[in-house]
């Protein structure tokens, strides 16, 4: 073909593509964070923020990490970053959250 003309085989789904001249394939993997962060990691988070030993803090920061795991399966990057701060503020530099960190690149 010359010039301008394309011929565009349609079968298969063409949704978050650009087929512009400069075009590059976009697309959003909204699991991608979520499959970065190991289960266990997760959970044995969950276990060092249950055994802290202030009770308003422990409290404040299981609804951040419950925040935290609602942005990880919804991709919600500053969401991510900002009760992953909060709950390393809270817990520490432990093992798990440094994983978690790492993971994720935050660190």
Known sequence: MTGDQRNFNNSGN????????????????????IQQ???KDLQELKEEIISLSDEKLREETELHY?????????NEQSNIQKY????KEAVGNTKTVLSIGASLGLL
């Open 14 to 33: 063409a949704s978050n593509v650009n087929l512009g001249d400069d075009s590059k394939l976009e697309t959003t993997d909204t699991s991608q964070n």
């Open 37 to 39: 962060v190991s289960n």
């Open 66 to 74: 419950e925040r935290f795991l609602k942005a990880l399966h919804e």
């Open 84 to 87: 992953w701060g909060w709950i």
